[in-house]
């Protein structure tokens, strides 16, 4: 049987301040050794935490002083505002300690999925802590990373719904201190899979070994309520975010309908665009309703290629919104739903 080294220590230093305590209490008290006691429960408290995990110095932030005297407050900028067709989407500017905590008051528990590509703390001007650049001579600088992102994805966790996911991209800069991080704040059990993807084809000249992959972690809120993945049938060696998303498959029917009649049954509408841009997914589709011509929006590709899109739409798949006046969207059939368990892209 093995014996645990690092348990006798912490026990014979909680049995060293129970005697000091025993010591002070049968001394004659006052203000004094009324705070030398309050201290010595503060020690064995210390002493007495958990010590498997990630250790790291706490650190506070400018933004946490100014928070604690301050509610922040959302300004519209009305000379922003764009008309999605009443779809209303909304882009935050400012520190994300404030935005994350304003969110907290109006969607604690209603975000589906959470993407984020937080620092890399690659020690070259690439970290902003407090506002200043955190380099690789600053001895704190890892523990100054993990104590920013720590009170983030406490806040991030407490904004996903019980089945949310959350997608944290990151580098081998921080790699394992982030992975210990989530594990504590969402649980190891909720932890879905991590994704190395090929992020360059050159070769670097100024170091031993030429990396040219990053990772994505993936953690579940809570797992068991999650059904399985929507794996795309189009997979690749980069995917994007949304071929990705977990989350339950739903076969609601109030969440389908069938206002054409199609004699496959009800059907709902998903986009046909998606993350990331591709070439080979990037084409002009017109509205054969009105004319009008799209490209996927900034940033995005559409789901398939041009002769597949051209398939789909002589197979009544594609339709546009629910006037025929707007973008491209994707029948998905309660039945194949049903049958398949997700929704294939092929």
Not at 113 to 140: H, L, M, S
Not at 186 to 209: E, M, V
Request: some cysteine; proline content about 4%.
């Amino acid at each position: 049987m093995s014996t645990n080294i690092s348990k006798q220590k912490r026990d014979e230093l909680i049995a060293k301040i129970k005697s000091i305590r025993a010591y002070v209490a049968a001394a004659e008290q006052d203000e004094n050794t009324g705070a030398l006691l309050v201290y010595l429960s503060e020690l064995e408290k210390e002493v007495s935490i958990k010590k498997y995990g990630l250790v790291f110095e706490e650190h506070r932030e400018g933004i946490d002083e100014l928070l604690a005297a301050n509610t922040p407050v959302m300004t519209e900028e009305q000379d922003l505002f764009i008309d999605n067709g009443g779809q209303m989407n909304f882009l935050i500017e400012g520190d994300n300690l404030a935005a994350l905590q304003l969110l907290m008051k109006t969607h604690k528990g209603k975000i589906d999925v959470i993407f984020i590509d937080p620092p890399y703390n690659r020690g070259a001007n690439d970290f902003v802590y407090d506002d200043d650049y955190i380099d690789k001579t600053d001895t704190f600088r890892h523990s100054k990373y993990i104590s920013f992102m720590e009170k983030r994805l406490r806040l991030a966790r407490r904004l996903l719904k019980s089945n949310g996911s959350i997608f944290i991209n990151i580098d081998d800069n921080e790699f394992a201190q982030l992975k210990l991080l989530c594990d504590s704040i969402f649980g190891d059990a909720n932890f879905l899979a991590c994704f190395p993807w090929h992020n360059r084809t050159s070769i670097q000249n100024d170091t031993d070994l030429s990396t040219n992959h990053e990772y994505i972690l993936a953690y579940a809120n809570k797992r068991r309520q999650v059904n399985r993945w929507l794996k795309p049938s189009n997979m690749s060696t980069w995917f994007s975010l949304e071929d990705f998303v977990f989350q339950p498959i739903s076969t609601d029917e109030d969440e389908f309908s069938n206002p054409d009649n199609d004699p496959r049954g009800a059907w709902k509408a998903d986009p046909f665009d998606a993350p990331a841009i591709r070439e080979n997914l990037t084409y002009v589709i017109v509205n054969p309703n009105t004319g009008e011509k799209y490209l996927p929006p900034k940033g995005r590709h559409w789901r398939t290629e041009e002769v597949k899109y051209k398939a789909l739409l002589d197979d009544n798949r594609i339709v546009f919104g629910k006037t025929g006046k707007t973008k491209p969207q994707l029948k998905v059939f309660l039945s194949e739903v049903k049958d398949k368990g997700s929704v294939s892209n092929s």
